[in-house]
């Protein structure tokens, strides 16, 4: 059984850091690319952050570019997003999601809870 198990999540001041993990679990994820969206109270999930694994190519929101870093550790099957200057607009429950590079069924965690606090 395929899963990923976000943790990490908290509340925060603004300006302040968070880092979120998602562990992977059930399969190889070597050649997926994976990442994080998140969704706010009344919007739609966005994205966030991804890297392609089996290269390590980031890619990044422009609303988090320099602020984010996404991860990955390949012998402990786990994705990282690094937050720093948290901002109350962060405010949201973030999901971590696996989709193949090529084809195949995608994959999305259970989501974790940032809330920023100005």
């Known amino acids: 059984q395929v899963q990923l198990i976000e943790s990490g999540g908290g509340l925060v001041q603004a300006g302040g850091s968070l880092r979120l993990s998602c562990a992977a679990s059930g399969r190889t994820f070597s050649s997926y690319k994976m990442g994080w969206y998140r969704q706010a109270p009344g919007k739609e999930r966005e994205f966030v952050a991804s890297?392609?694994?089996?290269?390590?190519?980031?890619y990044y929101a422009d609303a988090v570019q320099g602020r984010f870093t996404i991860s990955g550790d390949n012998a402990k099957n786990t994705v990282y997003l690094q937050m720093n200057s948290l901002k109350p607009e962060d405010t949201a429950i973030y999901y971590c999601n696996a989709v193949p590079v090529l084809i195949g069924a995608e994959y999305w965690g259970q989501g974790t809870q940032v809330t920023v606090s100005a």
């Open positions: 890297i392609i694994r089996s290269v390590g190519t980031t």
